[in-house]
């Protein structure tokens, strides 16, 4: 739930108020915000033991239970319910009240978390009672401390100080996410807060991207701005609150029987968690769905739609009224338009901020400080990607700031166009923290030449302002080395890199994660500068250390193993056979041998894929981008081993698949196109390789800058 669109009420009831220099609007990001904390009406901060109600700390309130139905039989399989016979009605007054706190498994370790100042993150998804969880043990453990609430990203370094001064304060960042991003919260003020417990909160999918980031470190540094952000989240003590109820929390509940609104979640099955049936949250989807019904609520599904997906598309805030109005209309269009004779914008809008006796608000919010699509509605099954015309929409809107998150999201979803549109305008915003992941949004999309001239300013600029070892300017030189090889000079790569090792070995220690990923780029340039034996002696080294310290099943040791197989082959083959000198052997006994050796390692390096692609598919699903480079490896293979039918059919399915991730014009897309039509032309199919070519080579010329690998492969082949 959004801090100050929900606590409008909810202050006034618990007797706080909510004082800031200027209050925020929902389309503009006003400077008076820095001081939006959560406060008594006399302006003090409140100590936690005033706090006696928990949706005033961003906890969402359960529904009424409907009159009329009382608990028939309490079993080891669930909770009947019956219908009350007339003139036994219950009273729903008990929806004025919230229910009492039923103790998580996890609370023991939570308590633990908390005794001692910190930073610790409940991480849970929506609805699943993570934030009443963290503020019942956080107010039981310290009730006497501060509680200092920033109500927007904006007030947050006025909350830092404030926190950083009390001798006992508790720093509340309930749904964390809105807190990071251009002017969010760093480490550096982690680090002045010596003697504040910070206690935050975070949606899985959210705290699931930073884990995503991390995994996609397999070759590289970080590949974005979300460095810091992960940085940050590893200083916290992780606390995961599963959403649904175990046998043990359930029985707990079951003491509070006499509350109807428990007794319904209970009787809900355990399917849902008791926290989200409290909540009204399962019949969210559905109430959503048949909004769209002819003579229902067609606008009012078409405005929650757009602000589902403001959410989806990285903006952190709540969405003005006047945007909602300018930006449902095609959702509108899309299911039928006027024949289905949708409702008046304000009735479209109370309809989707109302909640029912089953089911809570879709849409929180107000006119003054926007609206904000519920958090369970982001994860509903079905949702595509963020339609084109609903982020473009938002971008033109956003400020830079807003604009920063947009990229952020794009970047790592792969849509590598927007990422650009996004840091470009955040950049020319004002906001100096998109300058590099505009460069390596740009170098992604298919235009490294022009990244890592981008990086050599950024790199010189941090190199005279920080020095060449502080970590920033490591992370900086660490792309442009990559780019530097993206762009065709592999040779050149691998020399940055070698030097990048030495300096990251000794600024930051031999294990730390930007060592072993510099070492892997090291090995990769070394060996796409033609040899791979040393690059396999590199990565053999590297497996060895990553193993140790991550074990077998973690991101980075699958990405290593990959590119171990992969120059194993390479020096195996003929080719690298004759590079070392094979050439200049005398007599055909010693090229037979070559030749025989090849064919052995590329049927070893099949094998030991196979086995890889399973592991892969088994850790990380069969549609990360490291999973399909693992299957474009095999294809790969296939292709050098002669057998161009089976080359071409597994080509076309990665081509597939990362059209389906990654979207159209993305080049590692263009480059499984490219590879597939290669592999048809060896089976002789040359027309339907012409075809594929034809629209590979559009696509591609629309997003690669000139002279880009794939372009010249792609003439080669038209020839």
Not at 228 to 247: F, Y
Not at 282 to 289: E, F, I, K, Q, S
Not at 612 to 635: I, M, N, Q, Y
């Amino acid at each position: 739930m959004t801090a100050v669109a929900a606590l409008a009420g909810l202050a006034r009831l618990a007797g706080l108020a909510v004082l800031a220099a200027g209050r925020p609007r929902p389309g503009k990001r006003a400077g008076g915000a820095a001081g939006a904390l959560l406060r008594t009406p006399a302006g003090r901060i409140p100590r936690l033991r005033t706090l006696d109600r928990p949706e005033t700390v961003g906890v969402h309130p359960a529904v009424v239970h409907p009159v009329g139905v009382h608990v028939a039989e309490v079993s080891p399989v669930g909770v009947r319910l019956a219908a009350v016979p007339p003139g036994g009605a219950r009273s729903a007054e008990a929806g004025a009240t919230t229910p009492a706190y039923l103790e998580r498994d996890v609370a023991p370790r939570l308590r633990a978390a908390l005794a001692r100042p910190g930073f610790v993150l409940v991480v849970g998804e929506s609805l699943s009672g993570r934030t009443r969880l963290a503020y019942e043990v956080t107010r039981a453990l310290h009730p006497r401390h501060a509680f200092v609430r920033p109500l927007t990203r904006a007030a947050l370094p006025e909350a830092v100080r404030v926190a950083g001064r009390r001798r006992r304060a508790v720093l509340w960042l309930d749904d964390l996410e809105e807190y990071l991003g251009a002017g969010g919260l760093v480490t550096a003020q982690l680090d002045g807060l010596r003697r504040a417990v910070v206690v935050a909160t975070m949606r899985t999918e959210e705290y699931g991207r930073y884990e995503a980031r991390d995994a996609s470190r397999l070759t590289g540094s970080d590949r974005d701005a979300w460095r810091d952000r992960r940085d940050l989240l590893g200083r916290a003590t992780v606390i995961r609150l599963d959403r649904r109820w175990s046998p043990g929390e359930r029985r707990r509940a079951e003491a509070h029987l006499d509350d109807p609104r428990i007794a319904a979640a209970l009787g809900a099955g355990e399917r849902f968690g008791v926290a989200e049936a409290l909540a009204g949250a399962p019949g969210l989807p559905a109430r959503w769905d048949s909004g769209w019904a002819a003579g229902a609520h067609p606008r009012g599904a078409a405005v929650l739609a757009a602000a589902v997906d403001c959410r989806r598309a990285g903006l952190r805030r709540p969405v003005a009224e006047e945007w909602l109005r300018a930006l449902h209309p095609p959702y509108l269009a899309g299911r039928g338009g006027g024949a289905l004779r949708p409702e008046p914008f304000a009735e479209a809008l109370d309809w989707a901020l109302g909640a029912d006796r089953t089911t809570g608000a879709l849409l929180t919010g107000s006119r003054t400080h926007g609206y904000t699509a519920c958090g369970y509605l982001l994860d509903a099954p079905g949702l595509g990607p963020v339609p084109d015309q609903l982020w473009q929409g938002l971008l033109a809107r956003a400020e830079a700031e807003d604009a920063y998150d947009m990229g952020l999201v794009a970047h790592q979803e792969g849509r590598l166009g927007r990422a650009v549109q996004a840091f470009t305008r955040a950049r020319s915003g004002g906001v100096t923290a998109a300058e590099l992941p505009l460069a390596l949004a740009v170098g992604d999309s298919g235009r490294p030449r022009r990244a890592a001239a981008d990086l050599a300013g950024i790199v010189r600029r941090r190199e005279l302002r920080l020095g060449p070892r502080h970590p920033d300017t490591l992370a900086a030189r660490h792309q442009l080395a990559y780019f530097t090889g993206e762009a065709g000079n592999a040779r050149a790569a691998a020399a940055r890199f070698a030097t990048l090792v030495a300096d990251t070995r000794a600024a930051l220690g031999p294990g730390h994660p930007d060592t072993l990923a510099a070492r892997h780029q090291l090995a990769y340039f070394t060996g796409a500068a033609g040899d791979p034996r040393s690059a396999v002696r590199q990565l053999e080294a590297l497996l060895a250390d990553r193993l140790g310290s991550h074990g077998p099943d973690h991101p980075q040791v699958l990405a290593t193993r990959r590119g171990l197989i992969w120059f194993r082959a390479a020096s195996a083959s003929p080719a690298t056979a004759r590079a070392d000198g094979a050439e200049r052997a005398e007599g055909a006994g010693r090229a037979a041998r070559a030749e025989s050796a090849g064919t052995a390692g590329t049927a070893e390096a099949e094998r030991q894929l196979a086995d890889l692609l399973a592991d892969a598919e088994r850790v990380l699903g069969s549609f990360d981008p490291h999973t399909l480079a693992v299957r474009a490896a095999r294809a790969a293979l296939a292709a050098r081993a002669g057998r161009s039918a089976e080359a071409a059919r597994a080509w076309a399915g990665v081509a597939a698949d990362r059209t389906g991730v990654l979207g159209e014009g993305h080049p590692h897309v263009v480059h499984a196109r490219l590879e597939w039509a290669r592999a048809q032309i060896a089976d002789g199919r040359r027309e339907e390789a012409r075809a594929l070519l034809a629209g590979t080579i559009e696509a591609a010329a629309r997003t690669l800058e000139p002279g880009h690998r794939y372009l010249r492969l792609a003439r080669e082949l038209v020839l």
